[in-house]
């Protein structure tokens, strides 16, 4: 028997005609162990059969037979047996988070609001929609505001109390695609929420900063719903507007959206020139990672990357791009700085040459002594003064003793041998 069929038969208008025996027959049910996902569909299926506020537009229920529970009485009859309902529901709700429905739960919470129930049991409420506010729909997420306080038609900060309850959970809990599934539902409610004239500037500006920048993949979304506020209030002034556009990166803005940014007239001068800037380094990034799939000239984590796709060349993420050039750069530094140190040596090896063809010469001019090589080279050169040859070579010596051995030596050369005698 499945599911349907069997809460149709415990649930039939004959044998359950109050809330009481509804309780009493639920703690048997779970108390024979039935699932809790079991239960807690027990329990939608048995709210919206007696109460139609509770009813979805897409349940497939016969409007015809549907008998509401709450008929042919006084309006404050009917409210009081409503807010008891709500109450008494909320209160047998299985403890687990996926036992109901998100859906059920924003509608169960639209008629909590509605009918005044305890602050307790609407907290309760919104806890457990925060555990799955992913899984919830614009149209159940647009609660109205049923307090006189309150100036918007929609309960604003109702769903920032969701968003920022959801945002607190735990990451391993909540996953990076359900922030960004909710990152959408929240553009897309504010999109609706700025046509209403008596939203106010703190309200938007709290609810759209709610989120962390990076659960939005992009910010089309947000740029659509500033857009539509702007619209809906002129009277905005240049500082708010300011403030408006500080909101968005206009790095993960569409080519799209850049283009409708920098045409729209209702935004500061300098977030148009933001956008354009952005653009164009969009464009430039494109061109060179164009140029270097047609070159060739690709840094090892790109080529890697394209190894492992078989489609080719693919566009590189912002984070990619960046490491890119970053590693280019760094590349290029390196190259300036080996050819400086080339250009040294070089010059250095140039005038070492130098120096070693002009080493006699300068030694047999009689060159300073901060140019004579020294050492071995000095002492050989000494060993060959010293002894008898026909070239006069110069030692280590001072002026005057110079002179007088070359006029020793002459005197030498000059004197006839004994023999010839």
Known sequence: MSPSMTME?????SCILDMDYFVKTLSGIKAKGVRPDLVGSIIAHYASKWLPDLLSSSDDVDTNNKQP??????????WMKKRFFVETLVGILPPEKDSVSCNFLLRLLRTANLVGAEPSYRAELE???SWHLDQASLKELMIPAFTHTCGTLLDVDLLLRLVRRFTT???AVRGGAALVKVAKLVDSYLAEAALDANLTLPSFLALAAALPNHARATDDGLYRAIDTYLKAHPDTTKHERKALCRLIDSRKLSP???LHAAQNERLPVRAVIQVLFSENAKST???VDWSGSFSGTRSPNTRSLQQEQPGGVRCLSKREASAQHMEIRKLQEDVTR???LCNVMQAQIEKLTEKKKGFFRWRKLGAPLHLRPSSASEKNIDDVVTGECDHVIVGRRTPIE???RLVQHHQHKSTPPKWRK
Do not use: P, V
């Open 169 to 171: 959970l735990d990451e």
């Open 285 to 287: 990034n494109r061109y």
């Open 9 to 13: 038969c415990w649930f039939d208008d």
């Open 338 to 340: 080996l050819q400086g």
């Open 256 to 258: 799209e959206a850049s």
């Open 402 to 404: 110079m002179k007088t």
């Open 69 to 78: 529970l709450l008929h042919e009485e006084t309006a404050t009859a009917s």
């Open 127 to 129: 806890k457990r929609i």
